[in-house]
DNA sequence: ATAGGGTTAG
């Protein structure tokens, strides 16, 4: 008590009178009085004020009352101070209810409502709607079913708005039966209600079903596009995503800056960079430039479309860069063959005090790894934990094994994954047989696909390398004897297949395919492209062609695969010096890359391709991986 | 005074 009589009468109150100064009023008294107060126990002194100037408190004070005498035994005192100030007591209760719900413990929230209930203070819908917002943060399922049930018991079971909060509970906390089943019943949905199912059918990864909800609706906003936009993105299929923003362009339906990082996202997927440049654009205009989460996703499409340039004035220009920004641009330089680069920039990050994270030490290692340098990786490895305190997820293992093995040094790779702290995976394992593919060592080879086969049986990836590994080898019988085993397991193999995205509209190749409308036209373009070629030294490398057949018919096997289609038709459909850029689903084969580098010299154009793991972008007869990949 | 989207790797 007298801890807090002493800290009252010590602080500096700047409405205490001067000796001159006029008679101060007997709020700014009151004022002076809750400036400095923090405990309940000078409830006392605070009510005798009252009494004494015979003011009662403003909402302002009695709230900051209430919020400090919340949860302590003098809630009731403060309940008959709130009373006698004849101010309306649920008001004062429930706005100190929003304090707690909003504040990084809503837990109290909960305990503050327990006090009211305890207390019998009257709760109204005000009330519901704030502790059901603390139950929401706290993903508090149970906590939800018990305010359901006194939400149906005081008669406030129609109201729109804490209907719409419980379902939106429920489907947080995971009882989506429960949300289901509000929702069901509910006689009157509006469009939050709708939003809330949607958003979270995405997140289960129900995005057809989502889909199917979003076409029922009696009205859309742009939060009911963007959710279904994003669901499409994060689905995996960026092209509806794109599609459904031209019909959201139709309805006449403004973008948001939500809308645009989900756009944005969808045209990183696909290399859409027209349309990631118009978004651009249309960002700028409306004023998002400096919305950082904005500015990250731009960055990442930019750098996702092989643009490192157009990616760099992006992060230049941004005045604030969080750990995301510079990971991004590190990573975006470490697939685009600019691996000093990303090193440089990681001292940079550093000298600029931005902490990394693990996403920042993922893309220092692929920098390391797609340049060769073995030594950097390994003390970037050797840092993350000693330096930073990061421990090494699966994925920097992945990078590890990768950076060993196709430096040659198979032996110490196998070594590091036998040291690993965490069980290998596939990735892993696949590093090591990609290595040994490339330094030809079939001992190591056999010993990864024992554990691959065991990890991942049905990743056809790793039986095409290991049947790659002995074709190169000339063992052509047991490079039959795994493709038979691919068979009796079931596993057949991924078809390649390339896409290039012009004027909005995704065209897809898929290997060996001839269905396309233009096949007689990309046919005839290609014989023109080869017999030039033929003049600069190309010769078709039919290693890559696994099949048992003539040589000739390797040869015609290679002129089907499909960065060639995509490549081909990109020339003939768009205007002489634009870049082409294509995004394949696999890795790049040798051959296409040798025809894709010629390509760049006759036509005189950029290809960009981005495979399954890094970016070549072909120009003036080189490629920017430098030809280690 | 009350309800519903977003960023980097894989």
């Not at 936009?229 to 019909?247: H, N, S, T, W, Y």
């Not at 996202?265 to 978004?279: E, Y």
């Not at 040094?409 to 593919?437: D, Q, S």
Request: hydrophobic fraction near 40%.
């Amino acid at each position: 008590m007298s801890r807090y009589a002493l800290s009252l009468t010590s602080s500096p109150a700047p409405q205490t009178p001067q000796t001159n100064s006029p008679k101060p009023t007997p709020e700014a008294l009151q004022n002076a009085l809750l400036h400095t107060f923090k405990s309940p126990f000078e409830l006392k002194q605070i009510h005798a004020q009252i009494i004494k100037t015979n003011t009662p408190l403003s909402v302002l004070q009695l709230s900051h009352v209430a919020s400090v005498c919340a949860l302590t035994p003098t809630f009731p005192y403060a309940t008959k101070i709130i009373q006698l100030s004849g101010k309306h007591e649920t008001d004062i209760w429930n706005s100190c209810l929003k304090d707690f719900a909003e504040s990084d413990s809503p837990y109290d929230a909960v305990r503050l409502f327990s006090q009211l209930c305890t207390y019998g203070v009257c709760l109204n819908d005000y009330t519901f709607s704030f502790i059901l917002k603390a139950c929401t943060k706290l993903s508090d399922g149970l906590g939800g079913r018990i305010i359901h049930g006194f939400v149906e018991k005081l008669g406030f079971q129609s109201n729109l708005f804490l209907q719409n909060s419980l379902v939106h509970l429920y489907v947080v906390s995971g009882e989506f039966d429960n949300a289901r089943q509000l929702f069901d019943k509910m006689p009157d949905r509006d469009v939050v209600t709708w939003n809330i199912m949607i958003k979270h059918l995405v997140q289960r990864g129900n995005v057809d079903e989502a889909y199917g909800l979003f076409g029922k609706m009696p009205e859309r906003n742009v939060r009911s596009w963007t959710s279904m936009i994003m669901g499409f993105v994060r689905g995996g299929r960026p092209e509806q995503a794109i599609d459904l923003f031209a019909k959201m362009e139709e309805a006449k339906v403004c973008p948001n800056e939500v809308t645009v990082v989900a756009v944005l996202a969808a045209c990183a997927d696909l290399c859409a960079l027209d349309l990631g440049k118009k978004i651009h654009d249309y960002s700028n205009r409306s004023g998002f430039k400096r919305n950082v989460r904005i500015c990250n996703t731009l960055l990442d499409m930019y750098i996702k479309c092989g643009c490192v340039e157009a990616a760099r004035g992006v992060f230049e220009e941004m005045e604030q860069r969080t750990v995301v920004s510079w990971s991004a641009m590190i990573q975006g330089l470490a697939i685009n063959g600019k691996g000093e680069e990303a090193l440089t920039l990681f001292s940079k990050m550093i000298e600029s005090q931005i902490k990394p994270n693990e996403v920042t030490f993922t893309g220092l290692l692929h920098a390391c790894s797609h340049m060769g340098m073995v030594n950097e990786g390994r003390e970037y490895f050797a840092s993350m934990s000693r330096d930073y305190g990061i421990v090494p997820q699966i994925e920097h293992y992945g990078c590890m094994v990768d950076l060993l093995s196709r430096a040659g040094l198979l032996k110490e790779a196998c070594e590091f994954i036998k040291n690993m702290r965490i069980k290998p995976n596939g990735v892993v394992w696949g590093a090591l047989l990609g290595g040994c593919r490339v330094h030809k060592n079939i001992e190591l080879a056999e010993e990864a696909i024992k554990h691959l086969l065991e990890l991942d049986p049905l990743n056809d990836g790793y039986y095409i390398v290991l049947s790659n590994i002995y074709a190169e080898a000339k063992r052509w019988e047991e490079a039959a004897n795994v493709r038979k085993l691919m068979r009796e397991n079931g596993v057949k193999k991924t078809p390649g297949s390339s896409s290039i995205t012009i004027e909005g509209v995704v065209h897809e190749f898929v290997a060996g395919d001839e269905t396309h409308p233009q096949t007689d036209e990309i046919k005839e373009r290609w014989d023109k492209l080869l017999e030039e070629m033929r003049v600069r030294g190309y010769v078709p490398n039919t290693s890559v062609v696994l099949l048992d057949i003539e040589e000739s018919e390797k040869v015609k096997f290679l002129f089907r695969h499909s960065e060639k289609l995509a490549v081909v038709f990109g020339l003939i459909n768009t205007a002489n010096g634009t870049a082409i850029r294509i995004v394949k689903n696999l890795r790049v084969c040798e051959d296409c890359h040798a025809a894709l580098k010629l390509i760049s010299e006759i036509v005189d154009r950029e290809i960009v391709v981005r495979d399954r793991n890094r970016f070549h972008c072909f120009k003036n007869g080189v490629c920017s991986c430098k030809d280690f990949w």
